[in-house]
């Protein structure tokens, strides 16, 4: 039998039924007529509060709900308080502090406990804390919560876990050029607060590097004490009697010195126009910022309500104007920004074509000056007000979510109220009180506004509205070893001739065009060792050519001078400048490459005495290959480079690289070696063996061109919504 097809949704069906009967019982003869009852009284439950004699601040709240207890305890202490020349240390000891165990269990032994009991135990380290927390079923408390306790007080950090928090850091400071979002974010902060301000400053490679064990242990030892935490439980307990046992856990625990607090200097940021080119997208994100205010500001709900009206819903000004009517923009929105303990930050964001960059920015000083021209309506007020008490009960529909509002009310020292008082102050506001925030809060002579993207499509310069700044987005490299290859010396071109005959002579290495090569490597992961097999062609002295199979399907990169990208089963992917450059160092490293240019004045050949490899005495060579450096250990019997290393950038950081050469054989006239084991910083990287091994093979030059969109419609966005 044939179904028809349901042309009305389970929702419509059930208004309309609800209309009808309501019209049937004779209330109303048009939907505008029904009445939206008023919202209830708003009477949240409240933890119980309770104050230890050493100063620990706890909060019991009761839910029977589930057989679960969870807690929390927020130590004060965060990013800010970190020294300039380490940040990144509290993200490390966030992490570290749960990794490195306790005094009587490690961190893995730690994992086995509690995974078998179905719990956990976190830390992490944040901006304006760090925390320690659990979660685990009823029946398992006691078990769970010495865990906590021990490793509240008696942490470890064991040393080999600090490389691996280190490792995720790097990785995260060499992809954060990445993304054009977090570009705009992490510079328009910059821009808010000042480069060096603790709210926008970020980890460096040099930073992370510094952090040490013995500065984990003393972060522990200055913050981690009575006085400075507040915890809070939650689930099926009875409040007197974990009362007590919270009493007998932490009451013989002595004070400890005050948590110090960083004073912050905020300065107003410079106004003007910043630029960050980025040449691999085909959008520009859009920013634009000066400083906002804090929660205890009695404007604070007057905010609440301009921003929610001007760019915080799909019926806010900047979404119906800017987005939909305009067509302008992907994602827009924004207003003034209001935090706890510091000065927020008024941001516009936007992403739009890279065509439309300068009509986006039109548009957006258009709706700032509409603010001021065009007042809220009644309309506007009724609809950003209901939307903000609407939506408000999803931020405390949860009794853990009440307890965690007010564990945070206590912590920042806002009244413990401060939850209530919310509705109340929102239903105050009036159309002139959005008006005078507008003014008062919304500068536009005093914007800094920041544009990502590619200058070469924009619709108009940047330069129209101003002056404008270009801000350098290089990452730092951080501590490495420099090795100084100023000059070629007389023992430098001997090894290098050495070198070169062992390759198989001048005339045989200069002949050498391009070469083709299948390999088996096995690549180390965090999550183990992956079998790779690949092919790969290079075409000196500045292609490549590398093609994978993974477990993720088959990959493919390519590196030239005009392109580097990668494609995969998802798509092609550019790669950011800093790994293209990266990629055509490696390429000016390679052997063979390198001995081809023994009289390029670029290249320069230093002798660096002698060193063991081994049982090998090898001779030094070090080499600076047109700006890529390397040095070599070579075997003075054969010549054969039994050694490599050189300083790079990989996704963990920056570090030593060293590959090792072995299994030398002879194809067409030239000796190559068939096997290669690499380490980066110490840490096994990849082992390689080659397969198959083709000099100057027949190479289509195609395979270095970036494939084109499937469609013409398919390279750019049909439109902004």
């Known amino acids: 039998m044939k179904t028809r097809q349901r042309l009305i949704s389970v929702p419509a069906l059930i208004l309309g039924l609800f209309f009808f009967a309501s019209v049937t019982r004779g209330q109303v003869t048009d939907w505008r007529q029904i009445t939206i009852p008023p919202l209830h009284e708003f009477h949240p439950q409240q933890p119980l509060r309770i104050a230890l004699p050493n100063g620990m601040v706890v909060f019991l709240q009761q839910d029977h709900e589930l057989p679960l207890i969870r807690g929390t305890a927020m130590i004060r202490g965060g990013s800010p308080d970190e020294p300039a020349g380490k940040v990144g240390l509290v993200e490390i000891y966030g992490q570290v502090w749960r990794t490195g165990g306790t005094k009587s269990k490690t961190g893995d032994e730690l994992d086995d406990y509690l995974e078998a009991r179905a719990a956990k135990v976190e830390t992490s380290g944040a901006l304006d804390s760090t925390t320690i927390s659990w979660d685990c079923l009823k029946d398992n408390f006691d078990d769970v919560f010495k865990v906590f306790v021990e490793l509240l007080r008696e942490p470890a950090f064991r040393e080999d876990k600090i490389p691996l928090a280190k490792d995720q850091l790097n990785t995260g400071i060499s992809r954060r050029n990445d993304d054009p979002l977090e570009i705009a974010h992490r510079e328009a902060m910059k821009l808010a607060y000042g480069a060096s301000s603790p709210y926008a400053r970020v980890p460096e490679y040099a930073t992370v590097a510094a952090v040490t064990r013995n500065d984990l242990l003393n972060w522990h030892q200055s913050y981690v004490h009575p006085n400075n935490i507040l915890l809070g439980l939650v689930g099926d307990f009875d409040s007197t009697s974990m009362e007590a046992k919270l009493r007998q856990a932490f009451s013989s625990w002595p004070k400890g010195p005050a948590a110090r607090k960083t004073e912050v200097s905020i300065p107003e940021p410079k106004p003007g126009y910043y630029f960050v080119q980025k040449d691999d997208v085909n959008q520009s994100a859009i920013r634009m910022v000066h400083l906002g205010t804090t929660r205890d500001n009695p404007d604070y709900y007057a905010i609440e309500v301009l921003n929610e009206l001007f760019g915080g819903g799909f019926t806010s000004r900047l979404f119906s104007t800017v987005r939909t009517k305009k067509g302008l923009a992907y994602y827009v929105g924004g207003g003034v920004g209001t935090t706890y303990d510091h000065p927020g930050v008024f941001q516009l964001s936007m992403g739009t074509k890279s065509g439309t960059t300068a009509a986006g920015l039109d548009a957006l000083y258009e709706e700032i000056d509409g603010l001021e021209k065009n007042p809220p309506s009644a309309d506007e007020l009724k609809k950003a007000k209901d939307s903000l008490l609407n ?33 109340a102050g929102i239903e105050k506001v009036t159309q002139g009180d959005v008006t005078r925030v507008g003014r008062r809060y919304i500068h536009k002579d005093r914007l800094a506004v920041l544009v990502v993207g590619k200058a070469a499509d924009f619709d108009r310069p ?49 002949s050498v065009k391009s070469v083709r090569q299948k390999v088996s490597l096995v690549v180390k992961t965090p999550q183990g060792e992956m079998p790779i097999e690949a092919e790969e062609v290079a075409v000196f002295p500045d292609r490549s050519w590398q093609k994978m199979g993974t477990p993720m399907g088959e990959m493919s990169m390519v590196v030239s001078p005009g392109a580097a990208f990668m494609m995969a089963p998802m798509g092609t992917q550019d790669f950011p400048a800093s790994r293209k450059e990266e990629a055509l160092k490696e390429l000016r490293r390679e052997p063979l490459s390198v001995a081809q240019h023994a009289d390029d004045p670029k290249f320069v050949f230093s002798a660096d005495g002698s060193a063991n490899v081994g049982d090998v005495e090898t001779k030094v060579l070090d080499v600076n290959a047109a700006g890529a450096e390397v040095r070599w250990f070579i075997d003075p019997e054969n010549g054969h480079i039994v050694r490599a290393s050189w300083q790079s950038t990989g996704m963990g950081g920056p570090g030593e690289v060293v590959a090792d050469y072995g299994d030398w054989k002879t194809v067409e006239g030239i000796s190559v070696p068939f096997k290669e084991t690499r380490t980066r910083s110490g840490e096994k990287e990849a082992s390689i063996e080659v397969k198959e091994f083709e000099i100057n093979p027949k190479v289509d030059p195609k395979i270095f061109e970036k494939p084109a969109p499937k469609t013409a419609e398919s390279s750019k966005p049909s439109s902004n919504q």
Do not use: C, W
């Open 391 to 423: 939506s408000f009960i999803f931020r405390v529909d949860s009794k853990e979510k009440v307890l965690r509002e007010r564990m945070t009310y206590e912590y920042h020292g806002y009244p413990a109220d401060f939850l209530e008082r919310y509705r």
């Open 462 to 510: 940047l330069s129209s509205f101003g002056p404008v700044a270009a801000v350098d987005i290089t990452i730092p490299q951080g501590p490495t070893e420099k090795r100084e290859v100023a000059a070629s010396n007389a023992g430098g071109k001997a090894l290098l001739a050495k070198v070169i005959e062992a390759f198989g002579g001048p005339a045989k290495v200069k």
